[in-house]
């Protein structure tokens, strides 16, 4: 493969991995969001914790997998993104994800120049809050999957709540985005296919109360994790080939040609994966399957 | 104080903690494996009680463990950007592979091994207690290979940044990077095997150590008497051959270290002029005076274990610059403060092991004091090889090569009778931290990581205390037939009523 192709293979899985930890822990993180508003007894919360009690921990794995392998693909994009969002990403992934969007100032040698209040503006903000919502959306999806009777009928308003809520951020985000950062529908001029991804997106939004009100749950949660990946898949779409975008300077800009690894490392990363990812897929499936239908509280429960 | 020292601070803090985690996930992972194998060799409902006691007490530390090492992963980006950027191409990939084939394998079957009794059967049980057993062990093999590049750097060529073709400038000069040219001898640089064994070593110590604490506790109290002696019988045996092959293992380290890195072997033993060295039992190194003060060694010692000949010169620090020197106090003590537990774990456990074998150890209440605060100490000793691994590196955070010359009594040095590295092979630790994070915003995480930490270990001390006090529960008549459902609870309280083992019935 030449490099170019390898840049954008490890680009792709790097979505990938964002994706697969925003749809599996971004259930266990709605799950979190909505525990302490809707269970109402012990019972009940211990419902809601052992709901994610055996998964949540695989599905953070997601997350250090992204991270190891932006170190490993992209040490430039690892090198600025984390030293530079150092307070934000201490505080909050959400905003770090706002500001990649909006770009930061960045020196010649890529790196961040601004100061903290720079990371905080109401763009990564709205993206944090929308992020909070989708999950607690996702999470409320998974719960009602997961529980039986009144407690899962008093989810059923938290899931309408969270899908408005959403609705509300989303449509703000989207707007917020078209008017304030043109960059980021370039791409779409670039690439006329990639309308599909929005379209499906708005769809699979669509979708959620569509499932709700007909009473599919099931196809409802499916909607909204096709939701965070179309999101992730936009995001991605919007970047590239930018990891972080510089303000001033665009040629400043760490891409995924510029900060990747060589092309052996992501050959050899590649074979790792291609390796790898068949028995994570195969065995966290087997695992899911162990734990599948309603909680049941057991001796060895939270 | 400035960014570098915060930083290095802040990583000493967090990998301090981290450590101990892994260490004790190693250890009780082969603990639970030895277990499950027992319960299905011989179906004694002994050994899934003893397991499932030993899989709470696992799982606490997993946890604390994942959510500590997940800083570490992304400390590397926010304090070290210079770092990361120099060893990307070469560190990224092991630790990419450290998630693809141990975090992912551990994590997932942790679902099964900690919440899985009543929902699969034993043979499957086993095999997601051998597979987080394993995935623990994989992720201990990917981050030495990482570490131990870079000690002893190897399969890689240090090149120019590229960007978009043209050598990336920075103040006119070309910024530099390390970019791996052969996998496998990246992965089995001159260290790997040595330090990895070593690690291993180390852990299963603190995990028999660590049970041996709670079991020595139960036959104190005489609590839960049969599974507390099995335990403390299975540590004893662990921790015994662990000990003695620790020594092993450390000679054969020693040897490797003087080849690869003679400033680090040096710092160790305060040996500060170039010819026959001895053998510090302890002492106060003092660098005004370039000698090691209040010592007692044996003489020509160190010279008897890296050449066996006891005249035979030995590098001494002089052969490098002052600069190029590691700081030799801190190195010299936790060298020795090692080496001298090592020393106190072969006694220590071949005595329990005599008395074992006399029949005589359980009736031995002051020896099963002991080892009831024991744990700390094989902790302590990890911590402190870790810190005399990576101080005795300083003052580089990836170490450059040596040369020998050709009979390889000497090193190959410069002018002034002194070693000169080769800059551009080695990154220097006050070279490698993020360049435009302040002091006041790690000054910052410092703090908050410090506040976390202590929470986190209060946290941890007051759960496993409470699941120390619960104890195993009852031995059961009919394996695997587990109270389920909704009644879960009332079942509970109902086997605790006929618990056989005994006890004070204090509930989890």
Redesign the interface.
């Known amino acids: 493969m030449s490099f170019e192709a390898l840049a954008i293979t490890w680009f792709v899985l790097e979505g990938v991995l964002l994706t697969g930890y925003a749809l599996l822990d971004g259930f266990d993180l709605g799950v979190g969001i909505l525990h302490p508003f809707v269970p109402r007894t012990d019972l009940e919360r211990r419902i809601s914790m052992n709901s994610i009690?055996?998964?949540w921990?695989?599905n953070?794995?997601w997350?250090?997998?992204f991270?190891?392998?932006l170190?490993?693909?992209?040490?430039?994009a690892?090198?600025?993104?984390?030293?530079?969002f150092?307070?934000a990403?201490?505080l909050l992934l959400g905003v770090a994800v706002g500001n990649a969007m909006i770009g930061v100032p960045l020196d010649?040698?890529g790196?961040?120049?601004g100061s903290?209040l720079d990371q905080l503006g109401p763009y990564p903000l709205l993206v944090g809050v929308m992020t909070v919502s989708l999950f607690a959306m996702h999470g409320g999806l998974f719960l009602y999957l997961k529980t039986e009777g009144d407690f899962q009928q008093r989810l059923r308003d938290w899931m309408w709540r969270s899908w408005g809520f959403f609705m509300v951020t989303f449509m703000l985000t989207t707007i917020a985005t078209v008017a304030f950062i043109p960059r980021a529908t370039e791409n779409f001029r670039r690439f006329p296919w990639a309308i599909v991804v929005v379209v499906g997106t708005i769809l699979a939004v669509a979708n959620v109360p569509r499932c709700l009100y007909r009473d599919k749950p099931g196809l409802a949660f499916l909607s909204s994790g096709g939701v965070i990946a179309g999101l992730v898949a936009l995001f991605g779409l919007a970047l590239y080939p930018n990891l972080v975008t510089a303000t001033g300077d665009p040629s400043r800009s760490v891409t995924i040609?510029?900060a990747a690894?060589?092309p052996?490392?992501l050959g050899?990363?590649l074979i790792?994966?291609a390796v790898?990812?068949p028995?994570?897929l195969t065995?966290?499936g087997v695992?899911y399957w162990?734990?599948r239908g309603k909680v049941?509280?057991?001796?060895?429960?939270y | 104080m400035d960014v570098v020292l915060l930083s290095r601070i802040q990583f000493a803090v967090s990998i301090g903690f981290h450590y101990i985690f892994p260490l004790l996930t190693i250890g009780l992972g082969v603990v639970l494996v030895w277990l499950e194998a027992g319960f299905l060799r011989t179906r004694d409902p002994i050994y899934e009680a003893a397991a499932?006691f030993w899989t709470?007490v696992f799982a606490l530390n997993?946890?604390i463990g994942?959510a500590t090492?997940?800083v570490m992963?992304?400390q590397?980006?926010?304090?070290w950007?210079?770092y990361?950027?120099f060893?990307?191409?070469?560190?990224?990939?092991a630790?990419?592979?450290?998630?693809?084939?141990a975090?992912?394998?551990e994590?997932?079957?942790?679902?099964?091994l900690?919440?899985?009794?009543?929902?699969?059967g034993p043979k499957m049980h086993f095999f997601a207690t051998l597979?987080v057993s394993l995935g623990s062990i994989f992720s201990s093999v990917w981050i030495v290979v990482a570490n131990s590049w870079q000690q002893t750097p190897a399969g890689h060529h240090v090149v120019p940044?590229?960007?978009?073709g043209v050598p990336?400038?920075?103040d006119g000069v070309p910024?530099m990077?390390a970019?791996?040219?052969d996998?496998w001898a990246m992965v089995f640089n001159p260290s790997t095997v040595h330090r990895l064994v070593h690690v291993w070593l180390g852990a299963f110590l603190v995990g028999a150590f660590f049970v041996m604490s709670i079991a020595a506790w139960y036959l104190l109290k005489g609590r839960h008497t049969e599974f507390a002696r099995r335990s403390f019988d299975g540590g004893l045996a662990l921790a015994a051959v662990s000990a003695i092959a620790m020594f092993v293992s450390g000679h054969g380290q020693a040897g490797s270290v003087y080849r690869h890195q003679p400033a680090k072997l040096a710092a160790f033993e305060g040996h500060y002029r170039t010819g026959p060295a001895d053998l510090h039992l302890f002492g106060f190194p003092d660098d005004a005076a370039q000698t090691v003060r209040y010592g007692v060694a044996v003489p020509g010692g160190l010279g008897l274990l890296l050449h066996a000949d006891a005249s035979k010169p030995v590098v001494g620090l002089d052969r490098f610059r002052p600069e190029d020197r590691p700081p030799v106090g801190i190195s010299f003590q936790s060298y020795h403060v090692m080496v001298g537990l090592g020393t106190l774990f072969v006694g220590l456990t071949l005595f329990a092991a005599f008395l074992r074998w006399r029949g005589t150890l359980y009736q031995t209440r002051w020896l099963l004091w002991c080892f009831v605060p024991a744990v700390i100490l094989p902790i302590v000793g990890n911590e402190l090889g870790w810190v005399a691994a990576e101080v005795g590196r300083q003052p580089w955070i990836v170490h450059p090569k040596v040369t020998w010359t050709a009979d390889g009594s000497d090193l190959v040095v410069g002018p002034a009778g002194r070693v000169v590295y080769d800059e551009r092979e080695g990154l220097r630790t006050l070279d490698a931290a993020?360049?435009?994070?302040t002091a006041g915003?790690v000054l910052?995480?410092l703090v908050?990581f410090g506040l976390i930490y202590l929470a986190l270990g209060a946290v941890w001390v007051f759960i496993l205390d409470r699941k120390i006090r619960h104890g195993p529960?009852e031995i059961r008549k009919e394996p695997g037939a587990?109270?389920?459902?909704?009644l879960?609870?009332a079942?509970?309280r109902a086997?605790h009523a006929g618990r056989l083992t005994g006890g004070d019935g204090a509930q989890g």
Do not use: C, H
């Open positions: 009690g055996p998964l921990d695989g953070e794995v997350l250090v997998t991270g190891g392998a170190f490993a693909a992209f040490p430039e690892y090198a600025s993104v984390f030293s530079g150092y307070t990403f201490m010649e040698a790196n961040f120049t903290v040609f510029n690894s060589s052996k490392t050899i990363m790792i994966a790898g990812m028995f994570v065995y966290s695992i162990t734990f049941k509280l057991g001796e060895q429960s | 499932r709470k997993f946890a994942v090492g997940i992963e992304f590397f980006g926010t304090n950007a210079t990361s950027r060893v990307g191409d070469v560190f990224g990939s630790l990419a592979a450290e998630g693809i084939f975090f992912f394998l994590s997932g079957f942790l679902a099964i900690v919440f899985g009794w009543d929902r699969v597979m940044v590229l960007r978009d990336l400038l920075k910024v990077r970019e791996i040219t996998f993020s360049p435009n994070v915003q910052g995480s908050g529960d587990g109270p389920e459902g909704a879960g609870t079942g509970l086997a």
